[in-house]
């Protein structure tokens, strides 16, 4: 079975910054793409920033220049790097990962959530 286990959420002042970790455990063949996914209260999921296995980036254009995707393919984790929060930014933070299992099933997990909220 695969987990995918976020940490680094919290409170933090406008203007700070924040580093959330997913990292995924379990029968793992291969990783395809990471990511990290937000939602608001009262508002859709939506994409925060995605990352191939090769280092392709996307990022929303309501984080681009401020937060930044990374990924340690040999600890199976994905990091994002929250620079410059925004009150705006407040959401629960998910991670996201298409992953091959050694049973060589491909399928999309979800971690649990991690909660940021930034104060104005």
């Known amino acids: 079975q695969v987990q995918l286990v976020e940490s680094g959420g919290g409170l933090v002042q406008a203007g700070g910054s924040l580093r959330l ?54 600890k199976n984790t994905v990091y994002l790097q ?3 929060l925004k009150p705006e930014d407040t959401a629960v933070y998910y991670c996201n990962a298409d992953i091959t299992t050694g049973e060589e099933v491909l399928a999309d997990y979800w971690g649990q959530g991690t909660q940021v909220t930034v104060s104005s």
């Open 21 to 74: 970790s997913c990292a995924a455990s379990g029968s793992i063949f291969s990783i395809n793409a990471m990511g990290w996914y937000r939602q608001a209260p009262g508002k859709q999921r939506e994409l925060v920033a995605t990352m191939t296995s090769d280092g392709s980036t996307n990022y929303a254009d309501s984080v681009k220049g401020r937060f930044t995707i990374s990924r340690d393919n040999a």
């Open 82 to 84: 929250m620079n410059s």
